[in-house]
């Protein structure tokens, strides 16, 4: 292999490691997992929250009904057994019963709007966990495909490394160098292919002249447009 051809080559392999390197960075990225998945997660969070917070009113409500319950069953025995004997004693033991009656049905009325938010807090959980389960049993799936597509670049990016530490050695030092400085300057392409007689890169034809000092000058032949060497294989 002519020293261009080589020089051809590592450029072939940095192009791939490049592109591998930038597939693994945004196959890392996007195994953080989806924004979908953090949305619905967040809703189901928030529904479960909702449930908790209408559960506990209810169960508030619930107590506050027994209490209310206990002291009017304990008012009406009082009334009725006969113990009180004064007249305002009495009317005011009846308006207790009544005012504990009307806070009851009060109480009734919040206990059945507790009821009914509580069961629209259960529904709108149940629809949030299915739509993070749906969500995230298709992100089991898509990560499984990216955890299994980075280990193929893993591999193929040591390969890649493999075969540049074999290749390397054959470029001479001032070859390396210049194509190293024409790779930076350059976007990372540093080697063109000739394509019917124009650089692969910029689409300019060289002079017939240039053309000739590529294929058979054995030191790198820059474009003189593009600045990139030209290989005319």
């Not at 209810?58 to 107590?63: E, P, V």
Request: proline share 3%; aromatic share 2%.
């Amino acid at each position: 292999m002519s020293a261009v051809g080589t020089l051809f080559r590592l450029q072939q392999l940095d192009t791939e490691r490049d592109r591998l390197r930038a597939r693994i960075k945004a196959i890392d990225g996007l195994l953080t997992g989806p924004a979908e998945l953090r949305t619905t997660t967040a809703a189901l969070q928030a529904a479960e929250k909702a449930v908790r917070l209408a559960s506990a009113a209810a169960s508030t409500i619930k107590d506050e009904h027994t209490a209310l319950d206990n002291k009017r069953a304990a008012s009406e025995q009082r009334l009725y057994s006969g113990s009180v004997k004064i007249p305002k004693e009495l009317q005011d033991l009846q308006r207790e019963i009544e005012s504990l009656a009307e806070r009851t049905r009060l109480l009734e009325e919040r206990q059945l709007t507790g009821m009914l938010e509580e069961e629209a807090a259960e529904a709108a959980r149940a629809a949030a966990a299915a739509a993070q389960a749906q969500c995230a049993a298709a992100w089991q799936l898509a990560a499984a495909a990216l955890r299994t597509e980075r280990e193929a670049c893993d591999a193929r990016l040591s390969a890649v490394a493999a075969e540049r530490t074999l290749l390397t050695p054959q470029v001479s030092p001032i070859h390396l160098t210049l194509y190293e400085q024409v790779r930076t300057a350059k976007n990372g392409v540093a080697i063109t292919r000739m394509l019917e007689g124009s650089c692969g890169a910029c689409g300019i034809a060289p002079s017939a002249t240039r053309i000739q000092e590529a294929r058979n000058n054995p030191d790198p032949v820059k474009c003189g447009n593009c600045g990139r060497i030209l290989y005319a294989a």
